[in-house]
């Protein structure tokens, strides 16, 4: 198979300011696209023609926001944008727009029709405290995509794009330094998804590999006479690989469970050249998988517990 799209694109962002207190950012693009794909059998035990499939399109989008700045170390914002992904998606894979004998479905990346569309509504916050040390940041935020199913009448032949999939939640982050020596990083995700028209069988599912909740956190401190020990958490909430609304009876593993990963490490500093470092990947040795198929039969085990002991000499 050979995939191949071409852009071309214009566009225009600019950022106004209207005071101490007000910006507005705004944007917008235009894309032209062309997209091919061909696709022959190399080794069939009988004749199998090979396909040659093009596509192209317009491709609108934009985006606004607005930034208030009630005091010089904090700011809230409010921003909408648009994106748009044409048939063949990210790897340029088109599909025969013939539809299912049986349903009538049409491959969502069949050239004859229109890009998917995506918004995204945001609303956050952004503080920067203890002297612009540490940044804390929050958000809340909608996201839809649509036209990502169609199929044909079969008595007018006419295609209908619909579908519509919503990921709603919301992102808390901080980042910085605590004191001097104490640095923290730390996020949490929280996020409420479903497919809000489908098919029959999918309306109402979760989106598949989406984590209702996730979180991460990493610490360090360095101490006055050289040593700098460190340790955070990760946590993954369970992801169904199914996209049905039956997502929990699914056969084989229904879903990727939920996991919690501990990491450490510690590093000293002997000398202006010379330091070492030992870092512990998955402290308590926590069996968890890292990804699934599609069909929940073959999966990928997470990394087991490493250690991991370096050294760095620095010639100057």
């Known amino acids: 198979t050979d995939g191949k799209t071409v852009t071309a694109a214009a566009y225009l962002f600019d950022t106004l300011t209207f005071s101490d207190h007000w910006s507005l950012n705004t944007g917008m693009r235009l894309d032209r696209y062309r997209t091919e794909f061909t696709s022959i059998a190399a080794v069939a035990t009988t004749p199998i023609a090979s396909s040659y499939l093009e596509g192209d399109g317009t491709l609108f989008t934009g985006k606004v926001g607005v930034v208030f700045k009630p005091v010089v170390n904090g700011s809230v914002y409010a921003a909408f944008g648009t994106s748009e992904q044409p048939p063949g998606g990210a790897n340029f894979t088109l599909s025969t727009p013939v539809p299912n004998a049986t349903t009538g479905a049409v491959n969502i990346n069949a050239p004859n029709l229109d890009p998917q569309k995506a918004t995204n509504l945001e609303v956050g916050t952004k503080w920067d405290l203890l002297g612009n040390r540490l940044v804390l940041t929050a958000a809340l935020f909608d996201t839809r995509n649509k036209n990502d199913l169609a199929t044909q009448d079969p008595a007018t032949l006419e295609i209908t794009q619909y579908g519509e999939r919503s990921v709603r939640g919301f992102e808390l982050g901080a980042s910085g330094m605590i004191t001097a020596n104490w640095q923290v990083t730390a996020g949490f995700a929280s996020l409420d998804t479903e497919v809000t028209q489908g098919t029959a069988t999918t309306n109402g599912a979760q989106l598949t590999y989406t984590p209702k909740t996730t979180f991460t956190s990493w610490t360090t401190y360095k101490f006055a006479f050289g040593l700098t020990i460190g340790g955070g958490a990760r946590f993954t909430d369970s992801q169904f690989r199914n996209g049905n609304s039956t997502q929990a009876t699914a056969t084989n593993l229904a879903a990727n469970p939920d996991a919690w990963v501990v990491d450490a490490m510690a590093g000293y500093t002997v000398s202006e050249r010379v330091s070492v470092q030992l870092n512990v990947q998955n402290v308590t040795d926590k069996f968890y998988l890292s990804s699934l198929n599609n069909s929940g039969s073959r ?18």
């Open 299 to 316: 999966f990928v085990l997470g990394t087991p517990r490493t250690i991991l002991l370096s050294g760095a000499v620095k010639f100057y």
